[in-house]
């Protein structure tokens, strides 16, 4: 055994079986941990009572039943034996960031804070072997030629990481092993499929990146002010938070564009999320079916919200515009809701039909102060609509044409509203200009209008119209 200790600290192995992969919503059902310290070896397990049900499948690939768990104690019954078993040592595990987040999670619902050095032995073998096409354990166990006692099985797999620990002591040496283990502890968690030199040459500047899955799918676009600051984030995150768990063990390979500044980094997110669609993203949904309320006066005299839709909508140029909303059920719902909340009339806003000389359904269980039968007067009601529908209002274009905003050498290139792209140099700021009008897109709109409220009048480069097709400005 004094080959396998080779000076290390204690040492704990870890294997553990799940109900599934969530660390919020599944449980423990086995807890598996072969110890190494002071020259001597020692193994422990359990079972666990999930207190949940176990699915078929993941019954069929552990050969753990419900039947097996439903008299074994909670995790929390027996947190301090487990505890116990791992304090003060190396925990050691196969994708470590799995079995290390469910024990830590587990221990957090309990108000238990539990922390512990960690060294995975997917990233031990990417080190040590890095010729190797693959990593999993299924593969550890035929090139190294481990002996299988109960494969999926707590202990058993908590046995195999031993047998490779003595196999890299046999083929490398102790010292070698030794320097290896210390390289990792000093490294930041990173997720197995992810190179360090990878992360080394993240750049520390605002931009965009992507995390690809399998076959180079997208999984995930963000951005940031400092990329690899907020990517680092990612993958600290990943031992306590499911989302950020769940995506770390998905993660291939990673992407990033720099951008000048936080505004390029916003648009680009924007623009990327739209075109890629990656998975693990809030989707954003485009702008083609926009729609709006505007203000319209009928023969009565009775302003009146009449919807804009989306081939008639021209946001930042019509008067008295109201939304932004991304269907008609949107918009018919928020409207009734402001109706029912101000007590505004239902009738005189066309949300319900009127009989001639009754008041509307609203007055009646007083829901409405009357104007439909008189008893609010028409100026008053239509004051209260406008002030309700004001932080709905969208904004006029404030500019007699297109703007520039400079960050850093880049200069974005903004006309109603709408994003014409980022240009380097006067040719690319023409060639942006007769494009053509971009397609509106009520994110963009929020950036920007957000971004203009809070920038300085010098960094605005006011532009020229560009007929479009022609090399002549208004």
């Known amino acids: 055994m004094d080959s396998l200790i080779a000076d290390f600290p204690p040492l704990a192995f870890v294997d553990i079986e799940t109900t599934g992969g969530h660390v919020d919503r599944d449980r423990i059902t086995e807890v598996g941990v072969l110890t190494i310290q002071d020259g001597q070896s020692s193994s422990w397990s359990q079972l666990i009572n999930p207190e949940i049900n176990i699915p078929f499948n993941i019954q069929r690939l552990t050969g753990i039943t419900p039947q ?3 008299h074994q104690p909670r995790f929390d019954d027996i947190a301090p034996e487990i505890l116990m078993q791992l304090k003060d040592k190396i925990f050691i595990a196969h994708n470590a960031r799995f079995d290390y987040g469910f024990i830590k999670a587990s221990f ?7 922390r512990a050095k960690v ?5 031990l073998s990417r080190l040590l072997f890095p010729d190797q096409a693959r990593h999993n354990l ?8 481990l002996e299988v006692s109960a494969r999926h099985r707590a202990l058993g797999d908590a046995e195999l990481l031993v047998q490779f620990w003595q196999k890299c002591i046999t083929h490398f040496g102790a010292q070698k092993l030794h320097s290896a283990v210390k390289e990792l502890l000093q490294t930041p968690s990173l997720p197995p ?3 360090a030199k990878l ?3 993240l750049p520390d500047k605002p931009g965009v990146y992507i995390f690809y899955a399998e076959n180079r799918r997208p999984l995930y676009i963000g951005k940031s002010n400092s990329i690899k600051s907020r990517i680092m984030g990612h993958f600290s995150s990943a031992l306590t938070l499911r989302k950020e768990m769940k995506l770390a063990l998905q993660i291939k390979d990673i992407d990033w564009i720099e951008t000048e500044g ?4 916003l648009l680009l997110e924007s623009r990327l999320i739209k075109e890629k669609l990656p998975s693990m993203n809030v989707k954003l949904r485009r702008s083609k079916d926009l729609c709006a309320w505007q203000l319209r006066a009928n023969e009565k005299g009775v302003l009146t919200p009449q919807l804009v839709r989306h081939d008639d909508l021209r946001p930042g140029v019509q008067e008295d515009l109201f939304g932004l909303f991304y269907s008609r059920r949107e918009a018919l719902q928020i409207l009734q809701n402001l109706a029912k909340k101000n007590q505004l009339c239902e009738g005189l806003l066309g949300l319900e039909k009127m009989v001639p000389g009754k008041s509307c359904f609203g007055y009646q269980v007083k829901q409405c102060f009357g104007a439909c039968v008189g008893e609010e007067s028409l100026a008053q009601h239509h004051l209260r609509l406008h002030s309700v529908l004001a932080k709905f209002k969208v904004s006029i274009w404030p500019h007699s044409g297109p703007i520039g905003i400079q960050e850093g050498e880049s200069l974005h290139i903004i006309d109603q509203w709408c994003y014409l792209g980022s240009a380097m140099n006067e040719e690319e700021v023409y060639e942006l ?14 950036i920007i209008k957000k971004h203009l409220l809070k920038l300085p009048r010098e960094k605005f480069i006011h532009l020229p119209r560009m007929h479009q097709g022609s090399e002549a400005f208004d």
């Open 193 to 195: 499929n992810i190179d």
């Open 119 to 123: 060294i995975c032995t997917v990233k």
């Open 68 to 70: 097996m768990v439903v």
């Open 108 to 114: 957090k619902r309990m108000g238990i804070d539990f």
């Open 138 to 145: 299924d593969t550890l166990i035929a090139v190294h030629g």
């Open 262 to 265: 936080e505004i390029g980094a």
């Open 433 to 446: 200009l007769g494009s053509g009008k971009a397609e509106f897109d009520l994110d963009i709109y929020k």
């Open 199 to 201: 992360v080394e040459n």
